[in-house]
């Protein structure tokens, strides 16, 4: 039976993995630099108010991602409450406006 072996593959028993982990806002590290870990230890959490909810706002605007900035009507920090407009955008000849609620 043949075998795959990818070129550049390490088969070993035992071997050390690094990866780089990065929060998506502020939080706090809960194990110090170089420590070893398990694969259900927690390494870091974060906290925020609330369900967080992605959302595609440039999907949603029908509008190119590199042009979300501009339609935004929140900007960083800002205190936003239910059900209200975050982005909006420009719509054709002014009519027609489609907006993102929070």
Do not use: H
């Not at 050390?16 to 110090?32: C, E, K, M, S």
């Amino acid at each position: 039976m043949a075998k795959a072996f990818t070129p550049g593959l390490t088969v070993t028993a035992r071997t050390t993995y690094r990866a780089r982990r990065v929060l998506p806002i502020t939080g706090d590290v809960l194990v110090a630099r170089g420590a070893q870990v398990n694969a259900d230890t927690v390494v870091a959490q974060t906290f925020m108010e609330g369900d967080a909810f992605p959302m595609r706002a440039a999907n949603i605007l029908s509008a190119n991602p590199k042009d979300l900035p501009g339609l935004m009507l929140k900007k960083l920090g800002d205190t936003v409450a239910k059900d209200e407009p975050i982005a909006r955008s420009k719509g054709i000849f002014g009519m027609m406006k489609t907006e993102v609620k929070s």
